[in-house]
């Protein structure tokens, strides 16, 4: 008898921290952003620096839009924020 198994595709960037404590609001991850680009811009690790910037911007766009909202955001609710229209964001009611 077969058994049935459950595959799962992960985000790799919702990943990033594993064994680690995940954030509980906005202000921590944005703080943590921050003190890692600083770390990534001495060490020249520009990529890096590119990556964190782009998802500061996010966060604190997220945070303009949503000023009464303190938890961490995850990528998707980043990307629906900025892309509302896009299929993966739009709501139908029934």
């Known amino acids: 008898m077969a058994q ?4 799962y595709i992960v ?9 680690q404590d995940p954030m509980k609001t906005i202000d921590e991850h944005i703080q943590k ?10 060490h020249g ?4 620096v590119r990556h964190l910037t782009e998802e500061l911007n996010s966060l604190q766009e ?4 949503h ?3 303190k938890h961490d955001p995850n990528t998707l609710e980043l990307f629906c ?13 029934d």
Not at 62 to 65: I, Q, S, T
């Open 45 to 48: 690790d520009n990529a890096k």
């Open 4 to 7: 049935s198994r459950q595959r």
């Open 11 to 19: 985000c790799k960037s919702t990943y990033d921290g594993v064994g």
């Open 62 to 65: 997220y945070k303009d839009h």
């Open 33 to 42: 952003d921050q003190s890692e680009i600083q770390t990534a811009k001495a």
């Open 81 to 93: 924020d900025a892309n509302p229209d896009e299929p993966e964001c739009l709501v139908y009611d």
């Open 67 to 69: 000023p009464e909202d």
